[in-house]
C-alpha cells in the first residue's frame, strides 16, 4: 500500500501508524468514496458549503446563539490564524481540544484542521492523571480548552511535555482565545493536506486499561457521511440537528457536525439538558434529527414528554443496545421508526445500521453501503447463520492504532474485530449478544476494567483486584470489582465505600465499581494468569440470582406484606460483604429512630459547571451541596462561630441517578453522631420528582480539640446538637462554587 505525499511538517503521525501488513483491508466500492489525493475534510465541510449555500444560512445553533456557516467560518479561520501565527503551529502537530458542546469548541476543531493541525478530541470530565496519559500518547503542540475546565489540565503532569501552552476560550482574559481571535482577520487558506494525512486522534479504552489513539484520515471523517449518513440517515438541508453525544465520541463528532454540515444543515449544540429539557428543546429549535442514547429515549417517554418530539424526522440511537421493547414503545408513543447502529471509535461511526421499513426491532441492522460484515469463529472463519461468534467488519474506515502492539488484535486476517459477539439471521441482519473482551458498557460509557483494577489497586486497603462487567437492568452493564482485602482490613460496607470513593477522585467518577465483592483469592490458572471469563461468569450467575429473589420479594411482598408496612426500596449500589453495624447513631441505634437529631433540606439549581451532557455529576459539586447544607444547619442551631472553621476530615458518597442541567436539587443533611469533638453528618441528594441522586457520610472534627485535648463545646451546645430535631427547609440563591437557584 502506497500512501499520498504528506503534507505534515511533523511527522508524528505518519511514523507512528502501524505496519502495513496489520492493516484492515480497506475498500472503496461507491462512486462517492474516490476521494482526490489532496483533501482537507475541513476545506470540504465548511468553505465548500458556504460557497454552495452562501455566508448567511444558520449553521451552529444554542440556546442561546445562532451561528452562520459564514461566521464559523471566519472564527475557524481566525482560530487557525491564532495557531499558526501566535503559537508557531506546523502541520501535523497535534491540537489536544477539551470542553462541551458548544460553538467555539467546533470553530477550534475546523481551525485545527484547517491549519494542517491533528485535533486530539477529549471528554470534558477526565480527571488530571487522565489527561497526562492521553498528552504522553498524543504528544500535543497546544491544548485548546474551554475556560471552566482548564483546572485538571494544568494540573496534569506530563515530564515529556512540561511546557504545553493551554489556550482558554470562552473566558474575558486578554489572553483567551476569543479575544485572540478579534484580533484576526478570519482570511485562511486551508492547507492542502493528503486524503490520507492523519486529520483526528480519537481515544478508546483498552482491556490492559491503556488508552488506545486511533488515526483517523481526512477522507475517513467524508467516508462516513458518505456511507452511514447519504444512504442511511439521508439528511435533507433544511434538517436541524441535535443530541448529547459529547462531540469527543465520533459517534457525537459525526452526528452533530459532519452529518449536518455536509448536508447544509444546521445543528443544535447542548452543553447540558435532562432528557425532558432535551424533548422541550427539540420542539423550541425546530429540530428534525435526533441522537442520543436508549437511555434518553425511555426517560423522556417515562416523563411524558414525547408529545415535544412531534417536529422530528430522524431519530438515531447508538452506544448501548436498543431494547426492542423501547424501540416498539417509542413507535408506538411516536409514530417515529428508531435507527438502531453500531459503531466504534477504530471504525469512526456506524457501520451496521437500518432505517424505516428495513427496521426488524431489536436487531442492530445490515452492513452499511460501502462496509461488509460476518460472523467468525476464533479462527476467523465463518460461522453458520443463527451461530454467535464474532463481529468482523471491513470497509473505507478501519483501525489504525497510534504505535500500539494491540493493532495485531484488532485487525484479524484483514478484517476489524470489534469485540462484540453477533448472531447474523438467515435475511442478513445482525443480532447483538454480548462484549466479547474486557470492555465494559455502561450506559452507553466504553470502561476498560483494568483502568479501574489500577486505580482500586492503588488504595492501601486492597491486596489485589479483578474489575468485570456484571449484567444490569437499567445500564446494561455495571463495574463490578473483586478485592482481596490486605490482612486485617473488614469486609465492611464503610470499606466498599471507602474503595468507591476513592476510585471516584482517581479517574473519572462514571467508573467507578458500583458493585464490590469481598473475595479470599482471585481465580487463576496454573501458570498464574487471572481467569477473568470465570469471574465474569460469577457476575452474572449473581445478577441472575438477585433478579429471582427481587421477583420473589415483589411477589412475598403483595401477598403478605402489612397494610402500614412499605418494602424497603434496592440499593442501585450493591456490595457482597459483612457490613459492621452503623456506628454513625448517638444512642447506638438505627439513625430513623433518633427524632431528635438536627437535620435540615436545602435547595439549588445544577448549573453548567456540576455535570456532564450525560448527566454524570462532580463529586466537588457533591462536597459543595453538602457544605452548603451544613452551613445552613449551623446558622439555623447559632453554633456558626464555634464550627465556622471547622475542618472536614472524612467525605463518601455514593452516585445513584444521573443530574442534569437546569434541575432543582435537595439536599437532605442530618446530624448522626455527635462525638467529643466532632460531628457525623448522613446526607442525600435528591432530583427533580425525588429521585435519589446521591447518598453518603461526613465527618467533621473541631482542630482545637485536637491541639489542646479539650472537649470543645459545653452541655448546652452538646444538648442543642442532640434534641434540635428537624429544621425548615432553605432555598440556597447562590451555592458557593457556582451552583445557584433562579
Known sequence: MELSPSAHADSFCRDRLPPFPVWPELHFDLPELAYPDRLNCARRLLDDAVERWGPDRPCLLTPNERWTYGELQQRANQVAQVLTEDFGLQPGNRVLLRGPNNPWLVAAWFGVLKAGGVAVTTMPLLRAAELAELCEISRPAVAVCDHRYVEELDA???????????????????TDLTARCAKKEGRFTAVETAADDVALIAFTSGTTGRPKATLHFHRDVLANA?????????????DVFTGTPPLAFTFGLGGLVVFPLYAGAATLLIEQAAPQQLAGLVAAHGVTVLFTAPTAYRAIMAAGAVGQLAGLRR???????LPAAVWEEFHAATGLRIIDGIGATEMLHVF????????RPGSTGRPVPGYRAAVVDEHGEPVPDGQ????????????RYLSDP???????NGWNITGDTYIRDAEGYFWYVARSDDMIVSSGYNIAGPEVEKALAAHPFVEECAVVGAPDERRGMLVKAYVVLRAGIPAAEATVRELQAHVKQAIAPYKYPRAVEFVAELPRTANGKLQRGELRDRAHASAARDRAHASASRDGALASAAPDRAPAAAAPDRAHASAAPD???????PEALVPHLPSVAVDGRVEWPDTDAAGHYHHSTVVRWVEAAEAVLLRRLGLSH???????????????ARLWFGEIVRTELRVTKVGASSLHYAFTVHGEEGVEAATGRMVVAHSASRATGTTPWPAEVREVLTKAGPQAPELIPKIPGGTQCA
Open 156 to 174: 496534569a503532569d506530563v515530564p515529556t511535555l512540561p511546557d504545553l501552552p493551554v489556550l482558554p476560550y470562552g473566558g474575558t482574559g486578554a
Open 226 to 238: 458518505d456511507t452511514f449518513s447519504r444512504h442511511v440517515l439521508k439528511p435533507r438541508p433544511d
Open 315 to 321: 431519530c438515531v440511537s447508538a452506544g448501548e443496545p
Open 352 to 359: 451496521i445500521s437500518a432505517a424505516d421499513e428495513d427496521i
Open 388 to 399: 454467535p461468534g464474532l463481529l468482523a467488519v471491513t470497509g473505507p474506515t478501519g483501525c
Open 406 to 412: 494491540r493493532q495485531a488484535t484488532y485487525v484479524r
Open 583 to 589: 456506628a454513625g447513631c448517638a444512642a447506638g441505634c
Open 642 to 656: 464555634l464550627f465556622g472553621s471547622t475542618p472536614r476530615v472524612h467525605f463518601e458518597a455514593d452516585y445513584r
